[in-house]
């Protein structure tokens, strides 16, 4: 069981830049895989990026390659988004998840734990 908490949220002028950060419970965090998703007003939630255990492997939704940067601190027990660039599009509520794999997964049902999110608005 892992309990996540996500920060760093808040409004930005487009262009700008935030950093997310997941917080992971529990001393097994280097066994997790973890994503970051988000869900914006009337949409379903989608996949933004993904992180294998060791930070080796990163894997990224198109429109936020080049522009967000996956990373992790298993020693911290923490997860991190850096967004750059910030379009008014990458406006919504953004999760991080976990799941215990050797194998890193872009799809949310894949996912066994969740952060309650948080929100990020671009202004343009």
């Known amino acids: 069981q892992v309990q996540l908490v996500e920060s760093g949220g808040g409004l930005v002028q487009a262009g700008g830049s935030l950093r997310l950060s997941c917080a992971a419970s529990g001393r097994t965090f280097s066994r997790y895989v973890m994503g970051w998703f988000r869900q914006a007003p009337g949409k379903e939630r989608e996949f933004v990026a993904a992180i294998n255990w060791s930070g080796g492997s990163t894997y990224y939704r198109d429109s936020v390659k080049g522009r967000f940067t996956i990373s992790r601190d298993n020693a911290k027990a923490t997860a991190y988004l850096q967004m750059n660039s910030l379009k008014p599009e990458d406006t919504a509520v953004y999760y991080c998840?976990?799941?215990?794999?050797?194998?890193?997964?872009?799809?949310?049902?894949?996912?066994?734990?969740w952060g309650q999110g948080t929100q990020v608005t671009v202004s343009s």
């Open positions: 998840a976990a799941r215990t794999s050797v194998a890193v997964f872009t799809t949310q049902d894949d996912y066994d734990y």
